[in-house]
């Protein structure tokens, strides 16, 4: 069990770090920073020499490669972090000097217990890609196929863990403060988020997330998977079908090679909704160095590493909720949050419609290059805020994912309409998957209200069981010793530790890197 101190000295590093880069000075002038957290941003950041505009990404980039998958999820949040923040983590690109080769071969042979040429008749010393947790080169194997071969850094997966251990400690303690903070649930987040990079730093995880996909998507016509090799894959080394195409980013080589603008970003916002909603699972980083366009026009996606997942009940609620949404009725969006139980029932429902209606109506009609997505999510997050909404971390993952879409899409088309591509899909995905009683759905709605709604007696019942609704079952938290309780046990004074965590700005990271992170 790593000790606290251990776990004060790391935050202490981290919280410099970011202070050189001005970092902490904004997170003390944000009004959602608790006053505990605002009065050790002041302490940590004394003496430090910081620029005039904070550079968030280089300070991720300088803390090590778990802070920067970090910061590239705290771009997903503007309501947490500001507009400004997310725009500069956006340039938060996730690549690092590469590894020598001579260590990259060794893990290789290592992992599979042969000579590297009993696999590969070429491979590429020089990496077309290196990232925080693996480098990709190219090669081809020993029966002439054209591959992408994945290999884990050396020594990433034991820098991740003892990370992630702090990176808990101080979301234990930052929710420990209350308000906020403990709305967010930074503990829920950073187990998430381990989750996730435990299914990154284990490749038979990722190769098998990349097969599912695909089986998903082998009826939609114009956007494929590269297929794996499994005799090449293991848990550190994944070989995969190289894919010689255009990036989707280069839009001027697009247009060279002739290819339709219009109906690639139509393609790639179907390919989304097709993942999300009918196959509820999806390919969770689709930004632009991830997709490519071939010859034939079929867009191909790369890097697996994380995907989201929805169940039945939540798509349903998804779809219904787009479809709300892009036809204007705020109150069947707003009664699908109180059904799944994201909203607590003291609130009203009526009012939680206006509030939709609020941010919905100045989006209806007009194309994406028209909105701000920015002021759009700053809209949606300041209503989570005034209704008490928990976070819903799967349904983060799957806002940040609609967002780098839109993104691309409007960089291919900027006079597509996001709204109207998606409506007519969600319409036949609700009609095909309730069946013949969707024509119904709404007279049902109104006349069996009394069945459909729960008792208030039945609801006090039900809340003192665990609930089954569109979220997910959280995953268990660590038991977490927080240093304030631990002395009162030993019948010491606290102040001890509080007075070394504030001397060394331990916990502003945990504040502002980890806690706030949702």
């Known amino acids: 069990m790593t000790r606290a101190s251990t776990h004060i000295f790391r935050l202490l590093k981290w919280g410099r770090t970011l202070a050189r880069h001005g970092v902490l000075r904004e997170i003390e002038r944000s009004p959602n920073t608790p006053p505990a957290v605002v009065r050790l941003t002041r302490i940590a950041r004394f003496g430090t020499v910081q620029p005039k505009e904070p550079d968030y990404a280089e300070a991720f980039r300088e803390i090590g490669p778990a802070a920067i998958k970090l910061g590239q999820t705290l771009a997903t949040r503007p309501d947490v972090v500001g507009e400004e923040a997310v725009q500069n983590l956006l340039s938060l690109q996730d690549s690092l000097p590469p590894v020598p080769f001579e260590l990259i071969k060794a893990q290789i042979?290592?992992?599979?217990?042969?000579?590297?040429?009993?696999?590969?008749?070429?491979?590429?010393?020089?990496?077309?890609?290196?990232?925080?947790?693996?480098?990709?080169?190219?090669?081809?194997?020993?029966?002439?196929?054209?591959?992408?071969?994945?290999?884990?850094?050396?020594?990433?997966?034991?820098?991740?863990?003892?990370?992630?251990?702090?990176?808990?400690?101080a979301a234990a303690h930052l929710e420990a403060l209350g308000g906020e903070a403990k709305r967010l649930r930074p503990r829920l987040t950073i187990a998430n988020f381990k989750r996730w990079t435990n299914r990154e730093l284990d490749l038979r995880r990722e190769a098998a997330s990349a097969s599912e996909l695909a089986d998903n998507m082998k009826g939609f016509h114009g956007y494929r998977i590269p297929a794996i090799d499994w005799d090449r894959t293991n848990g550190r080394v994944m070989t995969i079908e190289?894919?010689?195409?255009?990036?989707?980013?280069?839009?001027?080589?697009?247009?060279?090679?002739?290819?339709?603008?219009?109906?690639?970003?139509?393609?790639?916002?179907?390919?989304?909704?097709?993942?999300?909603?009918?196959?509820?699972?999806?390919?969770?980083?689709?930004?632009?160095?991830?997709?490519?366009?071939?010859?034939?026009?079929?867009?191909?996606a790369i890097d697996f590493g994380i995907m989201g997942r929805i169940n039945t009940r939540a798509r349903q609620w998804l779809a219904e909720i787009l479809y709300g949404l892009t036809t204007g009725n705020y109150r069947r969006v707003a009664e699908i949050h109180f059904e799944a139980q994201y909203v607590p029932s003291y609130h009203s429902v009526d009012e939680f419609a206006t509030a939709l209606r609020a941010v919905?109506?100045?989006?209806?009609?007009?194309?994406?290059?028209?909105?701000?997505?920015?002021?759009?999510?700053?809209?949606?997050?300041?209503?989570?805020?005034?209704?008490?909404?928990?976070?819903?971390?799967?349904?983060?993952?799957?806002?940040?994912?609609?967002?780098?879409?839109?993104?691309?899409a409007t960089q291919l088309d900027p006079d597509i309409n996001m709204w109207d591509v998606a409506a007519p899909f969600v319409r036949d995905w609700i009609r095909d998957e309730l069946g013949p009683e969707a024509a119904l759905a709404d007279r049902l709605r109104e006349d069996m209200k009394t069945l459909f709604?729960?008792?208030?007696?039945?609801?006090?019942?039900?809340?003192?069981?665990?609930?089954?609704?569109?979220?997910?079952?959280?995953?268990?938290?660590?038991?977490?010793?927080?240093?304030?309780?631990?002395?009162?046990?030993?019948?010491?004074?606290?102040?001890?530790?509080?007075?070394?965590?504030?001397?060394?700005?331990?916990?502003?990271?945990?504040?502002?890197?980890?806690?706030?992170?949702?």
């Open 242 to 300: 190289w894919v010689d195409g255009i990036k989707i980013s280069n839009i001027e080589a697009l247009k060279a090679a002739g290819h339709n603008m219009p109906e690639l970003a139509h393609r790639l916002v179907l390919a989304f909704l097709t993942q999300a909603i009918s196959g509820g699972y999806f390919h969770a980083d689709m930004h632009q160095g991830n997709l490519f366009v071939c010859d034939d026009g079929d867009i191909v």
């Open 453 to 518: 709604g729960i008792p208030s007696l039945v609801r006090r019942v039900e809340e003192s069981y665990p609930k089954k609704g569109a979220a997910p079952e959280p995953p268990p938290l660590p038991d977490v010793e927080l240093i304030w309780d631990r002395s009162r046990k030993k019948g010491s004074s606290p102040w001890g530790y509080i007075a070394t965590a504030i001397g060394g700005g331990a916990l502003v990271w945990a504040g502002v890197a980890l806690g706030w992170l949702s």
């Open 109 to 169: 042979e290592r992992s599979f217990e042969q000579p590297i040429e009993a696999l590969y008749s070429e491979i590429d010393p020089v990496p077309v890609g290196a990232a925080s947790i693996a480098q990709v080169h190219q090669a081809v194997t020993t029966d002439g196929r054209k591959v992408a071969v994945k290999v884990l850094r050396p020594g990433i997966r034991e820098k991740f863990a003892h990370d992630i251990t702090t990176y808990e400690w």
């Open 360 to 408: 919905g109506e100045p989006m209806r009609g007009k194309p994406v290059s028209e909105l701000s997505v920015g002021q759009m999510l700053d809209g949606l997050f300041a209503i989570t805020r005034d209704f008490d909404m928990q976070t819903q971390p799967h349904l983060l993952l799957l806002q940040k994912t609609m967002v780098m879409v839109e993104g691309i």
